[in-house]
């Protein structure tokens, strides 16, 4: 929900949430599933997201996901 209200509250930003998944880091002993590459894509991704890109969704390496 704070996703969506800073989203509104800043219109000239795109602000979004994400979801890397599963990555082994040391948070999880190194058992998750993928690298930290991987799980850094998607971040990235967001990151670069230009003016007229989405704002106040949420999103992981395969699209947008349900609030």
């Known amino acids: 929900m704070i996703t969506v209200q800073y989203a509104k509250a800043f219109p000239n930003m795109r602000i979004n ?4 998944g599963y990555t082994a880091t040391d948070l999880n002993r190194h058992t998750g599933t993928q690298t930290v590459e991987e799980g850094a894509e998607i971040i990235v991704r967001m990151a670069q997201v230009g003016p007229d890109g989405p704002t106040g969704g949420y ?6 996901l349900p609030w």
């Open 17 to 20: 949430a994400v979801e890397p």
């Open 59 to 64: 999103f992981d390496v395969e699209g947008p």
